[in-house]
């Protein structure tokens, strides 16, 4: 039986984009590198990587819709072309930022428990994309 999703108690599973498909469509991704501290750098991430943290319902229901709204302000950034980015943008934009980040962590390797959202703020973000508080974007 699946994990839970990481926003709410249905069975994970459904298959999520860790950078969404129209990034992909807009620009060019290279593997992505990661190191630890002052560690080796390890290369090679894949950036079209999916991901099973989620479940159908939250990944095609209010992360589509996050997702959505905010892909109209961050394309023309990635294009290089100006745009002016109101305050409604620039909440939604950080909601993307945190979904986004909730869903990377979801896929971290694990060292005992850590992790920097707790269930419960993954929980209320889905509820009403609430910031946890001690989170600055």
Known sequence: MPPPCIFCDHDSGSPEHLWPDWMHNTVKFAPINMQKADGPIITGQDPEQTITTVCHDCNTGWMCLIENKAS???KPMLLNQPIEIDRGGKKLLTQWAVLRA??????????????FFTREERIAFKANQTIPERTRV
Do not use: A, D, Y
């Open 102 to 115: 909730m869903v990377f962590e979801s896929i971290k390797p694990k060292s005992g428990n850590e992790q």
């Open 72 to 74: 109209t302000r961050l």
